[in-house]
């Protein structure tokens, strides 16, 4: 059975990414500087002291994992809107995701034009992150990941595809859910969350369809870019922000 589910509106739950990732990244740093506290004690016995790294080092790997989902591409000075090109952004994420790829035996095929959307470079690229990497994921046997872009209406459509392990209705329904995860430590729970933001800010919506053992769809929407970029002193193509 194809189970579907669609969300636009769904994000009100968090309401600025910068605001919420110190608070994230605080947490995992607090607990591990409190088992490295532990390690001082005298006469502790090994197993203990073994325990108390292992603690440690899995807590640093929640704060490492927690920055990729928000700031992979974050950089410090401001980001501003601009018309950005599908095609190389998708290019772009798939070069850094290729060893990840590679590593699960996982093939991408692509099917890509160079339409344009308005956003912000930093943010698309870290949705297509969360996403494509989701997908790779879900394949440790390895697979095949798909991106298509097509036109659909008024909108570009970026489908991301996998022949992965797909989601029951149950997981579906609680996707983008912040702290829903399967990937027990490993995961963070809140790439999903990044991405129903990100794609709401650039006024677009998401469609996932997915069926268990079979695979998942992740379709984009996004509003294909009025023309009339105007140039700025730099000589940069740059869209008013809206
Ligand atoms: P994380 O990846 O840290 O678990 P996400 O918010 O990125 O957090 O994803 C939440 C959950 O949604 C995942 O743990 C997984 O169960 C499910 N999920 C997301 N994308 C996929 C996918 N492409 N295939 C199967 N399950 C997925
Ligand atoms: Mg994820």
Redesign the pocket.
């Known amino acids: 059975v194809r189970k579907r589910i669609i969300r636009a509106e769904k994000m009100e739950v968090v309401s600025h990414l910068a605001a919420s990732i110190s608070h994230e990244v605080r947490n995992p740093l607090t607990a591990s500087r409190g088992f490295m506290q532990l390690l001082e004690q005298h006469h502790l016995p090994l197993e203990k002291r073994k325990e108390y790294i292992r603690i440690a080092i899995e807590e640093l790997d929640r704060a490492e ?1 927690i920055i990729t ?1 928000y700031l992979t591409f974050a950089k410090p000075a401001p980001e501003c809107v601009e018309k950005l090109n599908v095609k190389t952004e998708i290019e772009r994420v798939i070069d850094i995701l290729r060893p990840l790829a590679n590593m699960s035996s996982v093939e991408i095929q692509t099917s890509l034009i160079p339409f344009n959307v308005k956003g912000e470079r930093e943010k698309f690229q870290q949705c297509l992150l ?1 996403i494509m ?3 790779i ?2 394949m440790p046997n390895g697979g095949l990941l798909d991106i298509y872009v097509s036109l659909n209406k008024n909108n570009i459509l970026i489908r991301i595809s ?1 022949t ?4 029951t209705r149950e ?1 579906l329904e609680r ?2 859910e912040p702290y ?4 027990g430590t490993k ?7 990044v991405v129903y933001r990100i794609i709401e800010s650039m006024n677009g919506t998401i469609q996932i369809t ?1 069926e268990v053992n079979k695979g ?1 769809q ?1 379709s984009i929407y996004l509003p294909l870019i009025q023309s009339l970029p105007y140039t700025s002193s730099t000589g940069k193509e740059k869209i008013l922000a809206y």
């Open positions: 994992a989902d969360n990497k989701n997908a994921e879900a996998d992965g392990v797909g989601m997981q996707l983008g829903f995860t399967t990937k995961g963070t729970g809140l790439g999903m969350m997915s998942t992740v």
